[in-house]
């Protein structure tokens, strides 16, 4: 039995430092949550492994990393192990390579990727300090789980120093499609797919997803593979399909939460006549934004019975502010939502409510709870969590509009399914929606909410670390 430990490029926390006070911030996301319920998941099993250990890198000093372990102010549940790196390099690494390059080009974005061989270099430099720092805490024994596309090489890095290591990784994006890696030049592409297989099992959202990277091993390395295990290097490795999932009873425990449902009255009490739609998405690219709105105008074009009747409350969270291809999108889309609200508004209706910052774990499920509707169409997206968790949340009503661009569509086949870039098709499903009689509603609400209530992420967890035993049981049985 030994320990477990994750590595994620960041750890969940951000330090802001205004002369001798120290503030400590929980960041959340996707990955974050998953993690965290990992880490409780092995801590409640503690049959399963010793410790856990989550390893990431940390925007603070060593000297403030050292302040706050002093105070006591980070999670106790788990140890923390940050790993440090110079700001330059990890903004050429994070910025760069991760967010200019692998970003844009995994979610079909290929004209937005920079190709700068310095961010090529930065990330080589990050996956190799995460390697050395992992090696000097590693005991044998230990399993080890790494996360997402920041850390790709790692896998390969580290089996340099520690052969037998038990390795996970899991990519919490789209794989794209064979056409599409290949845009990669040579050295680059041949690092990222050696990179990922000195893991024993590399998971994926979705079939699709693991049918692309097998593919790109075939034709880029020119390696033997059979159904989903690949062989290198004297070693079965396999790639594997694991859809994450929420933490269902979390979003169901909300329903009752005193917080929660002050916020839902306020809710329904401003908005008792009117149908609510509702979004949140990080402001990126990948979230079709432009194409949500000018869909919901076109909506607001064709039927004008619901003028007056449907307000939409688009939530936008702010995201890496730095990177070029993200600077004007605020701007142009805050443009769609004046356009959209002087063009339709009455002197008593807005059609659109924008927020542009961060909702609170209560007014997040608070709106879950009261939308009619939830429209959520990005134009490419690894899983997408929000649907999961917005049919989680509904009680005897909702509609989800979801884009079939979604590694969650994989799953939730009751929900409307559009494809985002087709306005028309997105217009008239938020009317089918609106309309939608309530038994039918409820009837593809139970069947959605019975799958996620079944495959958790505590059974992705399960799922994930099962089988990364089996394949390192299987790998042990071919060297006798
Ligand atoms: C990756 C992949 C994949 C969002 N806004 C607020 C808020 N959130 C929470 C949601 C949800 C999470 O953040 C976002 O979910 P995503 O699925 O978009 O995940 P990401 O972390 O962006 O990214 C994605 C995921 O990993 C998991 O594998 O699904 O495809 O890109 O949990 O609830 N939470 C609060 N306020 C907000 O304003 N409290």
Redesign the pocket.
């Known amino acids: 039995m030994g320990r477990l430990l994750i590595i994620s490029n960041r750890l969940p926390y951000t330090i802001d430092r205004s002369g001798e006070d120290i503030v400590v911030r929980q960041s959340?996301?996707?990955?974050?949550?998953?993690i965290k319920s990992c880490l409780e998941r092995t801590r409640a099993q503690s049959d399963h492994f010793t410790a856990q250990i989550w390893m990431g890198s940390l925007d603070a000093s060593k000297e403030d990393w050292k302040i706050l372990n002093d105070m006591d102010a980070l999670e106790s549940d788990f140890s923390i192990e940050p790993v440090f790196v110079d700001k330059e390099i990890y903004d050429a690494y994070y910025n760069g390579f991760a967010n200019s390059i692998l970003w844009p080009l995994f979610h079909y974005f290929p004209s937005l990727v920079e190709y700068k061989k310095e961010y090529f270099q930065a990330y080589k430099l990050v996956n190799q300090a995460f390697a050395d720092a992992l090696n000097k805490i590693y005991q044998p024994g230990d399993v080890i789980w790494v996360h997402?596309y920041q850390l790709m090489a790692l896998p390969q890095l580290f089996r340099q120093y520690q052969p037998d290591a038990a390795i996970g990784f899991?990519l919490?994006?789209?794989f794209p499609s064979y056409e599409l890696f290949r845009l990669l030049p040579s050295e680059w592409r041949q690092y990222i797919l050696l990179g990922l297989l000195g893991a024993d099992l590399i998971g994926f959202?979705t079939h699709d997803y693991v049918q692309h990277f097998i593919q790109s091993v075939k034709m880029l390395l020119r390696v033997e593979t059979q159904y989903n295990s690949i062989y290198y290097n004297d070693r079965i490795i396999k790639a594997d399909l694991f859809p994450?999932g929420?933490d269902y009873r979390k979003f169901r425990d909300a329903i009752t939460d005193e917080a929660v449902v002050t916020i839902c009255t306020r809710l329904e009490e401003k908005f008792y006549d009117k149908k609510l739609i509702f979004s949140?998405?990080?402001l990126?690219y990948?979230?079709g934004l432009d194409h949500r709105l000018k869909s919901f105008e076109e909506f607001l074009e064709r039927y004008p019975e619901w003028r007056g009747k449907v307000v939409f409350i688009f939530?936008v969270?702010p995201s890496r502010k730095v990177i070029p291809a993200y600077v004007d999108r605020k701007r142009k889309i805050e443009e769609q939502v004046s356009t959209i609200n002087g063009r339709f508004s009455s002197l008593d209706w807005q059609p659109l409510i924008y927020r542009f910052?961060?909702?609170?774990?209560e007014?997040?499920c608070a709106l879950y709870q009261t939308a009619d509707v939830a429209l959520i169409t990005?134009l490419r997206?690894?899983?997408?969590?929000?649907?999961?968790?917005y049919v989680a949340s509904c009680i005897d009503k909702g509609v989800l509009i979801l884009s079939e661009l979604?590694?969650?569509a994989s799953e939730l086949s009751e929900a409307i399914l559009v494809n985002p870039t087709d306005s028309e098709e997105v217009a008239t499903s938020i009317n089918t929606a609106l309309t939608m009689p309530l038994t039918e509603q409820r009837y593809r609400l139970s069947y959605m909410q019975k799958r996620l209530a079944e495959y958790d992420v505590k059974k992705w967890i399960n799922d994930f670390l099962d089988q990364l035993a089996f394949v390192k049981g299987e790998q042990d049985k071919l060297k006798v």
Do not use: C, Q, Y
């Not at 910052?357 to 774990?361: A, E, K, R, V």
């Open positions: 959340s996301g996707g990955l974050v949550s998953a997402d899991f919490h994006i789209p959202h994450i929420i949140v998405d990080r990126d990948t979230k939530n969270v910052n961060h909702l609170s774990f007014e997040l990005p997206d690894g899983m997408n969590l929000v649907a999961k968790e979604t590694g969650a």
